[in-house]
């Protein structure tokens, strides 16, 4: 059914010079007919303070049936949230499970991503972890 989510909390818990990992959390879809896609938006990650994000990771499960695409969010108020891809806009896609943030968006102390999934058959895309590479 259309509108369905997931909704799912990570809290990172450190001094800033740890690299924060989320492990562990399959995500994914199924579906009944022959073209599928999701959307999978993390909850807010809070650093703390303002820190420096470096890059993301993910790994990932995937048919020649099925694509993952990601995009991040940064902001120092927890409201604001533009989703952008390795270019620093919204129309790119971070892809092969990793990428450098955009400088433009690297100062924060919020930050999420979300996750396109997308299948022409009944493969289901998997996204295993998800890792945040941060710097105070």
Not at 109 to 122: D, G, H, N, P, Q
């Amino acid at each position: 059914t259309a509108n369905k989510k997931i909704r799912g909390k990570a809290s990172l818990i450190g001094d800033g010079s740890q690299q924060g990992k989320l492990d562990k959390v399959g995500i994914g879809f199924t579906g009944m007919v022959a073209a599928n896609n999701g959307t999978f938006t993390s909850s807010s990650i809070d650093a703390g303070n303002t820190m420096g994000f470096n890059s993301i990771s993910w790994t990932e499960s995937t048919t020649p049936n099925t694509t993952i695409q990601l995009q991040i969010a940064t902001n120092t108020d927890n409201a604001t949230w533009q989703y952008v891809g390795p270019d620093g806009t919204g129309s790119t896609y971070f892809t092969n499970g990793s990428g450098s943030v955009p400088l433009a968006i690297a100062s924060a102390w919020y930050l999420r991503y979300e996750i396109s999934f997308s299948s022409t058959t009944s493969d289901i895309p998997v996204v295993e972890d998800v890792t945040i590479n941060y710097s105070p």
